[in-house]
């Protein structure tokens, strides 16, 4: 069975680095495409990032461009999220989870299996 567990959040000052991990098993990583997304406190859930399984083409959201950074290592079936130069308003419970349509276009109907979570909080 297709199973995603991420690791890696924590508190962090703004300004800082962390990279999260998504751990997959049940498939191998050029099967699907593997996005992450971010849910905060009473805002909606938000794409963040998505890696291709074909060529490995990257997208991300315009919040994140520049500072985040997707890969994937298909040895380990692991995808990974470098984030730097975190802010504030990058708090929350961040998601890897399958993109059964392997679009990557980061719209929640297309991604079918969704990790537990990690919870990534930037503050002073």
């Known amino acids: 069975q297709v199973q995603l567990v991420e690791s890696g959040g924590g508190l962090v000052q703004p300004g800082g680095s962390l990279r999260l991990s998504c751990a997959a098993s049940g498939f191998t990583l050029d099967y699907y495409a593997i996005g992450w997304f971010r849910q905060a406190p009473g805002k909606e859930r938000e794409g963040v990032s998505c890696?291709?399984?074909?060529?490995?083409?990257?997208y991300y959201a315009d919040s994140v461009k520049g500072r985040f950074t997707i890969s994937r290592d298909n040895a380990k079936n692991t995808v990974y999220l470098q984030m730097n130069s975190l802010k504030p308003e990058d708090t929350a419970v961040y998601y890897c989870?399958?993109?059964?349509?392997?679009?990557?276009?980061?719209?929640?109907?297309?991604?079918?299996?969704w990790g537990q979570g990690t919870q990534v909080t930037v503050s002073s």
């Open positions: 890696i291709s399984s074909s060529d490995g083409s990257t």
């Open positions: 989870a399958t993109d059964d349509k392997r679009l990557c276009l980061l719209l929640g109907a297309d991604f079918g299996s």
